[in-house]
């Protein structure tokens, strides 16, 4: 499979939490991508993790990569409701793929 | 740069008609990408070009689907004819010529079909 399999499927949180989800892939990586999607619009790229890198950061996202571990997370800290959206990962697989497949995503809902 | 941009933003159409989907890529980027997304099968890649050539149809549907990049600024996705089954939201991405390290993709904002 050329995707990445997001877990929850759905994750309900208040205002200020952290929200952690997950990324699981099969086969080797150059890079990993996250994006989000509000509801009726076009998806929007988060951040880029190459498959050298172990942690990123970008304001208050976190991502990490375990290439072992075929995995990825990403953290939103101190989540807003305005953060309540479908979050995707995407590997960018080896082997001269270039392009990038999307799982179900995780639907994030951020309550104030 | 105006970002990717996509027309109809809506459509809704009778079965059997003939629909196409614009998409204008961000200038300078080699890759488009044409993406189809619905509640039961999620977002799915239908086909990409780089440099107006197509590189990978083998998600598109069946026949009654064909897309055409005539040049660097412009792409279509023409469904004929179009059936109930067709009803989704269809995305348009693009990408600079980056390499394997980069990638990152650039979203229109979708064109949604509703075939009656």
């Known amino acids: 499979s050329q995707q990445g399999e997001e877990d929850p499927q759905a994750l309900s949180i208040q205002e200020g939490e952290n929200a952690t989800m997950n990324c699981s892939y099969k086969t080797s990586i150059n890079n990993l991508q996250w994006y989000r999607q509000n509801s009726g619009r076009g998806l929007v790229h988060l951040i880029l993790?190459?498959?050298?890198?172990r942690e990123k950061h970008s304001g208050r996202l976190r991502v990490t990569l375990d290439t072992s571990k075929k995995s990825s997370s990403l953290l939103i800290t101190a989540s807003r409701a305005a953060d309540t959206a479908s979050y995707f990962c995407?590997?960018?697989?080896?082997?001269?793929?270039?392009?990038?497949?999307f799982g179900a995503g995780t639907r994030l809902a951020v309550h104030p | 740069d105006a970002g990717v941009i996509q027309s109809p933003r809506h459509e809704v159409t009778e079965m059997g008609q003939e629909v196409t989907l614009r998409c204008k890529p961000i200038s300078g980027h080699d890759y488009l990408f044409w993406y189809r997304q619905t509640m039961m099968r999620g977002l799915e890649l239908l086909i990409y070009f780089n440099n107006n050539v197509p590189i990978d149809d083998s998600g598109m549907p069946e026949d009654r689907f064909s897309a055409k990049m005539p040049n660097a600024s412009f792409s279509t996705l023409k469904i004929q004819p179009s059936e109930p089954r067709d009803s989704a939201v269809y995305f348009c991405?693009?990408?600079?010529?980056?390499?394997?390290?980069?990638?990152?993709?650039?979203f229109g904002e979708g064109s949604r079909l509703t075939v009656l």
């Open positions: 991405a693009s990408r600079e010529r980056g390499g394997l390290n980069t990638g990152e993709l650039f």
């Open positions: 995407a590997p960018l697989f080896s082997g001269g793929y270039n392009k990038l497949i």
């Open positions: 993790i190459r498959s050298n890198e």
